[in-house]
């Protein structure tokens, strides 16, 4: 039998974990790696990163920006970081870095090719 406390943060913690279901999180360190192999900004490796979490699914660019260290995009502007540094990706690391395709609703998916893949898990390992 709980008590009336433990029922409250039983609630609670239902609630977070609901919250964080579709979450990525990305590692200070894992961003460091990434960094240094594939010499992309801090920005651009959380991006990448967040992309290889997403394991071959696309993700469209409203998460993306979210999840984009010192993010302060306005509201109608997200789409656009997240196009920019996608464009900065490729155009260091190649066009077919990252796949674009069009998701319901209008809005832009992104995700890594599977060469992509193998480097940033090459990056991953190797530091």
């Not at 609630?11 to 960094?35: H, P």
């Not at 998916?109 to 060469?115: E, F, P, T």
Request: hydrophobic letters at 45%; one cysteine or more.
């Amino acid at each position: 039998m709980h008590c009336n406390a433990c029922a409250r943060k039983d609630v609670l913690i239902e609630a977070l974990e609901r919250a964080l279901a579709g979450a990525i999180w990305v590692a200070d360190t894992d961003i460091k790696r990434v960094r240094g192999v594939l010499g992309l900004s801090r920005q651009r490796a959380a991006l990448v990163l967040v992309l290889y979490a997403a394991r071959g699914r696309y993700v469209d660019a409203r998460s993306l920006q979210e999840a984009l260290p010192a993010r302060n995009a306005p509201e109608d502007r997200y789409h656009k970081l997240v196009a920019v540094v996608v464009h900065h990706i490729r155009k260091k690391l190649g066009d077919d870095f990252i796949e674009t395709d069009a998701l319901g609703g209008g809005s832009q998916g992104y995700r890594l090719s599977g060469a992509a893949v193998a480097q940033v898990r090459d990056a991953l390992v190797a530091a």
